[in-house]
């Protein structure tokens, strides 16, 4: 490459010139430079210094200038590079630009693109939403062959019940599209003609269901779950042929309640007739007299036969163990039992409340579900069915319990008929409440009526009139033993109120009337005999009906352990009244201060001592003897013979303390005193004895 020549022209550069200007702040900052500093520390002339720096930049600029001469033809190829440079750079710039003006073209087609998918998916939704309607149009609109001959032909069924599905949903459509469409109005016509079609089959179906529970023998069962399962059909008789439906609910309530009452009226005379003829009256009285009825006018006669028990619950508590089973069969009953099949009134009632609450029950939920009703009108439908049967037997309960005096069998019936109110508000079937809440009150008012004229009959029992009387348990107190004692046995684990004041109630009048037939006995003994026999007899009877604690069995228990222990004085009196009286004597003077003047009186307390020495044996056998000669429960004499020994024991060991006092003590002591456990050893002999 080819040097090129450059001319400088220096000729105007002064680099010796002295002339600057310096102010004091230029020459202040010039003193403190590092250079200056040095030059002024180590002494140095400055202007020498100076002149010799300047020469010094002379050499060195006229250096650069030869350095830059020599790198002139280096900056003329730099030069021409830039200026190639420039060109590539130009004709960059100029696709750049045509790249730019074709990507603007694209962005427009993409926008344009952008706009037409935007208007074609806006057209494709419109379509559907014109689509749906239009299809559910055609469909609810189109009547196929298939649904019309299964609405014309065939019989009721699942085709018939999926046909009559169809057509409700075709109705329903054409209700709520309205008749201005014309569609609308073309197929209209036909679908009145089929649902007009369908009604009417659907109406004689239900209708011949019905009626075929008029025939005899027949079970209401089985055509209401026929109904039942073709309720669809009556929801479409419902909506579409309301007249018809109600015909259908009219027939149907009519028929049914005449069925049921008339069956309810044949069943309760066939149950009766199995009731017990010879059942109790107002003469089987708590204070009744103790007699026999004849079997007839012109027989002398006991009468035995169908006669149920009086005062007592024995077997008859069995009628709670059977409220679940299956009703009675009359006609079965007579086949099966091989003796007379009478039973107890308590049976005939479990039986016919049986029914009447599966009945009822039944007919309210059938109510309820297939006409389609809530629990109020359910109700209403519930009453006109059931009506005449449950008026009908609440007439006959009433009636019956008009003339009813057992006690005992009323509290039966009241039982089972909680039972069965229990069952039906577990099935939530709330109408019938009513009907067992009434029964409830009519054997509520009966038992009271009947509890108050037993009391009656004790209040009036002249003890002075009753005949062979004795120390044994009377057979009044015997009666009231069992009766309440039944009456314990069946309000266990219940809350019953009438019961509980009966019994308080009877309880009192009784214990009044025990007391005063023994005071129709002279002698003391023979009334506390008598009071203790009824006392145990009465606490043996409740031991045996119920196991749990009663208020009866522990005020009987507190009378009878009070008798006992007054009897158990009276027992020790004969024989050791003197050495008891001593005893109590003695306790009062030592306690008033007056024991010294008892004291003085040796001979009578000698004698007191050796009248027990000598009869205390024999007089222990006595008593032994006289307890098993009066009561004839040997348990309880046993009891009241311990009592009795055990009060000797106790008032010997005192007689014993008191002549150790210091006003009865003798320092020889007192000849022939009974050792105590001598008195023991012959106590604990008769602990066996019964």
């Known amino acids: 490459m080819a040097e090129v020549q450059i001319e400088l022209d220096l000729g105007d550069l002064d680099i010796t010139s002295e002339e600057f200007d310096f102010d004091e702040e230029d020459i202040e900052e010039n003193l403190q430079d590092d250079i200056v500093q040095e030059a002024l520390s180590q002494g140095t002339d400055l202007r020498q210094h100076a002149k010799q720096v300047e020469e010094d930049l002379e050499v060195t600029v006229r250096q650069s200038i030869q350095d830059y001469i020599s790198e002139a033809s280096n900056m003329a190829a730099l030069y021409r590079q830039v200026k190639a440079c420039d060109d590539i ?40 939403k014109v689509q749906e309607p239009l299809n559910e149009l055609v469909t609810q609109l189109t009547l196929p062959p298939e649904l019309i001959d299964a609405i014309v032909e065939a019989p009721m069924g699942p085709a018939f019940e999926a046909a009559v599905r169809d057509l409700n949903a075709k109705l329903q459509f054409v209700s ?101 003829v010879d059942a109790n009256d107002k003469d089987d009285l708590l204070g009744g007299e103790a007699v026999t009825k004849r079997a007839s006018f ?59 609450t599966d009945i009822g029950a039944r007919e309210f939920l059938f109510c309820t579900e297939f006409f389609g009703v809530k629990e109020s009108k359910g109700y209403e439908y519930f009453k006109e069915v059931m009506g005449k049967s449950l008026s009908f037997i609440l007439k006959h309960i009433e009636s019956h319990m008009t003339t009813c005096f057992d006690a005992i069998g009323i509290l039966l ?42 009391i009656a009959s004790v209040v009036v029992v002249d003890p002075a009139k009753l ?7 009377h057979y009044i107190v015997r009666r009231y033993a069992e ?50 026999n009824n006392y145990d007899m009465m606490l043996s009877v409740y031991s045996e009906v119920t ?49 010294k003047e008892l004291a003085q009186n040796e001979r009578k307390i000698q004698s007191l001592i050796d009248s027990f020495a000598k009869n205390w044996k024999d007089q222990i056998a006595t008593m032994n003897g006289e307890i098993m000669r009066l009561f004839t429960n040997f348990q309880n004499g046993t009891t009241i013979l311990q009592e009795a020994l055990t ?44």
Not at 211 to 228: D, F, I, T, Y
Not at 658 to 679: E, S
């Open 89 to 128: 750079l130009e004709g960059m710039e100029s696709m750049l630009g045509q790249f730019q003006s074709h990507l603007g073209d694209i962005s427009g087609e993409i926008h344009s693109l952008q706009e037409q998918s935007v208007d074609m998916n806006v057209r494709l939704k419109n379509r559907r």
């Open 176 to 276: 709520t599209s309205g008749s201005d469409v014309a569609a609308v109005q073309d197929v209209e016509v036909d679908l009145a003609q089929l649902s007009a079609r369908a009604c009417s089959k659907i109406r004689e179906f239900f209708l011949s269901k019905i009626q075929s529970v008029r025939k005899p023998m027949s079970n209401p069962q089985v055509p209401q779950e026929a109904m039942l399962k073709h309720k669809l059909c009556f929801d479409f008789l419902q909506r579409h042929a309301k007249p018809a439906a109600a015909e259908v609910r009219t027939e149907y309530i009519n028929t049914i309640s005449k069925v049921h009452a008339s069956y309810f009226k044949a069943y309760l005379q066939k149950l009766l007739k199995l009731q017990l």
């Open 298 to 356: 012109f027989s002398s006669k006991p009468s035995t036969k169908n006669k149920q028990t009086t005062f007592t619950l024995g077997a008859r508590a069995g009628v709670l163990e059977k409220l679940d089973e299956p009703i009675l069969l009359p006609h079965a009953v007579k086949e099966v039992s091989s003796s007379d099949p009478k039973m107890a009134y308590e049976n005939i009632f479990r039986s016919y409340q049986l029914a009447m």
């Open 413 to 454: 019936c009241v039982r089972i008929n909680l039972h069965y109110r229990d069952y039906v508000e577990g099935k939530d079937v709330r109408a019938m409440r009513a009907y067992f809440d009434q029964v409830d009150k009519v054997l509520w008012e009966a038992f009271d009526r009947v509890i108050k004229t037993h």
């Open 467 to 473: 005949k062979d009387m004795d120390t044994r348990p």
């Open 483 to 532: 009766f309440s004692g039944g009456m314990i046995q069946l309000k266990a684990g219940l809350k019953l109120p009438h019961v509980e004041q009966a019994l308080a109630s009877m309880q009192h009048e009784i214990m009044n009337l025990i007391l005063r037939i023994a005071a129709e006995f002279t002698d003391r003994k023979d009334q506390l005999v008598f009071l203790i």
């Open 547 to 595: 196991r749990e604690a009663s208020k009866e069995a522990s005020d009987t228990q507190q009378a009878l352990k009070a008798r006992s222990k007054e009897f158990a004085l009276v027992m020790l009196s004969p024989g050791f009244g003197g050495l008891i009286g001593f005893v109590k004597q003695a306790e009062a003077c030592l306690a008033t201060g007056k024991a």
């Open 647 to 690: 009060q000797l024991v106790v008032y010997y060991e005192k007689f014993g303390a008191i002549l150790k006092k210091d006003q009865f003590h003798k320092p020889a002591g007192w000849p022939n005193m009974i050792d105590r456990h001598q008195l023991m050893v012959e106590v604990k002999k008769h602990k066996t004895t019964f």
